[in-house]
């Protein structure tokens, strides 16, 4: 079987994750959604979208069952741009999870578009 690129395994992960933009993420009932920054802590520590988890890609399969026991959660991921976001959905697709976005844009379409950030208390 022939490698794949990240772009080949980004265009599959895309193909099979709902999609969801700024503005209907801060139009969409917030209680009912987990909004999940996959970026590294330090990232996430500097700025995040109001009410953000932290949970790094890298620990996205040991520690979502602690932030979304129920599988039927909406689930928002975000990173910087898309592509850890991206692949963080897909993965969590094939865990189970039914009801996963990827915020269109990322944390810097956020930004760009104007939307609140929050700072962690450090």
Avoid at 50 to 61: D, I, K
Avoid at 86 to 109: D, I, Q
Wanted: aromatic share 4%; charged share 25%.
């Amino acid at each position: 079987m022939p490698l794949k690129t990240l772009e080949q395994l980004v265009a599959e992960a895309k193909a099979n994750v709902g999609h969801i933009s700024p503005d209907e993420l801060t139009e969409a009932t917030t209680a009912s959604i987990i909004l999940l920054d996959v970026r590294d802590e330090p990232d996430y520590d500097e700025e995040h979208l109001p009410n953000a988890v932290s949970l790094p890609r890298g620990y996205l399969e040991l520690d979502i069952d602690e932030v979304a026991p129920d599988a039927d959660t909406h689930i928002v991921t975000y990173c910087g741009g898309g592509t850890r976001a991206t692949l963080s959905a897909h993965t969590l697709k094939n865990m189970g999870y039914e009801n996963v976005s990827v915020l269109t844009g990322g944390f810097r379409g956020w930004k760009a578009e104007g939307l609140p950030t929050e700072k962690s208390d450090a």
